[in-house]
Nanobody, 120 residues
Framework: QVHLVESGGGLVQAGGSLTLSCVAS????????MSWYRQAPGKQRELVAA???????NYADSVKGRFTISRDNVKNTVYLQMNSLIPEDTAVYYC??????????????WGQGTQVTVSS
């Protein structure tokens, strides 16, 4: 079994910063891409940023220049450094990962989400 657990969300004023973390644990052989998605009330879930196993990042246009995704392959952890936060960044942030599991299959796994609220 595999689990992803996010942390680091909270309430921050506009212009502030937060860093989200997501740790993958369980019967993991290796992790391919890791990603952060978010879902605001009444909106669809959207990709925020993703990073490949060799640390090539990809960002949504709305966060380019403000957010940085990184990963620690030893710790099976992905981070999202969020700077210059704006109220429109308010959402539940979800971590996702494509994981090769012990036993020989690959699947997508998701965390439970962490709330980020940016006040104006």
């Amino acid at each position: 079994q595999v689990h992803l657990v996010e942390s680091g969300g909270g309430l921050v004023q506009a212009g502030g910063s937060l860093t989200l973390s997501c740790v993958a644990s369980g019967s993991i052989r290796s992790i391919n891409a890791m990603s952060w998605y978010r879902q605001a009330p009444g909106k669809q879930r959207e990709l925020v940023a993703a990073i490949t196993s060799v640390r090539i990042p990809n960002y949504a246009d709305s966060v380019k220049g403000r957010f940085t995704i990184s990963r620690d392959n030893v710790k099976n952890t992905v981070y999202l450094q969020m700077n210059s936060l704006i109220p429109e960044d308010t959402a539940v942030y979800y971590c996702g990962a494509n994981i090769w599991v012990v036993g020989g299959f690959r699947a997508d796994y998701w965390g439970q989400g962490t709330q980020v609220t940016v006040s104006s």
